[in-house]
C-alpha cells in the first residue's frame, strides 16, 4: 500500500461509516448470498454483528467485513468480506483478513468461511481464486462436508464449501463439533429452523467421524 490507512472496529454509534459499509455490501454480493438490507442494519445497530473496516486518510471505507459469534466451540463465522469497487486488488482483502484473524486469536477465538464451490454453477474460475486467497491467508478447506446456503432471496439454494482458521495448523474437527457450527449457523444467521430439510440433508452427507 502507498496511502495511509487504519483498521477500525466499528461501533454501534459508527453509523456514518455503517452506511458506507452497507453501500459496499449491496453492491458486492448477489441476492441469493445476501441477507436482507434491514437484517444486516439491525443486526450493526443491535451489536449482534462484529464489524471491522479498512479506513482511508479521508475516512472513506475502503474495505468491509462483518462477524457473527457462534459461542459454539469458540468459532466466529466470517459473514461478509468486501473491498470498495474501485479499491481492489491493492491488497486491502488480505490485510483486513490479518486484521480479523488477529482479533480472533487473541480473543480464542477460530473462523469458519462459507465459500462458493467452484464445481457448481458458472464462474469458475473466480471461485477457485475466493479459496485460493483465503488458503492464503491461512484457511483450510474441510472435506467431507457437503454445506448448502440456503435460498436467501427465496430462490437459489448455493452449493458451498466451509473453511477454517485456526491457531493449531491443520487442526481437525469431529463430524459431531462441525454439524453443530452449521446448526448454529442455520438457525442463528439464517433464522431457519431446527428441523430444515436442508438441514437433514447436510447432516446425511456427513459420512467421516473426522472433518480434515
Not at 471491522?52 to 457473527?68: D, G, H, P, R, Y
Not at 427465496?154 to 495448523?169: D, H, Y
Request: glycine share 4%.
Amino acid at each position: 500500500m502507498n496511502f495511509p490507512i487504519k483498521i477500525k472496529k466499528l461501533s454501534t454509534s459508527d453509523s456514518q461509516f455503517f452506511e458506507q459499509v452497507k453501500t459496499i455490501y449491496l453492491n458486492s454480493f448477489p441476492a441469493s448470498e445476501r441477507q436482507e438490507p434491514s437484517v444486516f442494519t439491525d443486526r450493526f445497530l443491535s451489536g449482534e454483528s462484529i464489524f471491522f473496516v479498512i479506513l482511508s486518510k479521508e475516512n472513506q471505507v475502503l474495505a468491509m467485513c462483518s462477524l457473527f459469534d457462534l459461542h459454539t466451540h469458540d468459532f466466529v463465522l466470517l459473514d461478509y468480506l468486501a473491498v470498495e469497487e474501485s479499491n481492489r486488488d491493492k491488497g486491502l482483502g488480505a490485510i483486513l483478513f490479518q486484521a480479523i484473524k488477529e482479533w480472533a486469536f487473541k480473543n480464542f477465538k477460530k473462523i469458519i468461511i462459507e465459500v462458493e464451490n467452484p464445481l457448481y454453477g458458472e464462474d469458475r474460475l473466480d471461485k477457485e481464486r475466493r479459496i485460493s486467497f483465503y488458503e492464503r491467508q491461512g484457511a483450510q478447506l474441510l472435506t467431507g462436508v457437503r454445506y448448502l446456503l440456503p435460498p436467501l432471496d427465496g430462490k437459489t439454494i448455493e452449493e458451498m464449501n466451509l473453511m477454517i482458521v485456526a491457531k493449531i495448523k491443520d487442526e481437525k474437527f469431529s463430524n459431531k463439533i462441525v454439524f453443530e457450527l452449521i446448526e448454529q449457523i442455520y438457525q442463528r444467521v439464517y433464522r431457519r429452523s431446527k428441523n430444515d430439510a436442508l438441514l437433514t440433508e447436510i447432516k446425511k452427507g456427513l459420512t467421516s467421524e473426522i472433518i480434515n
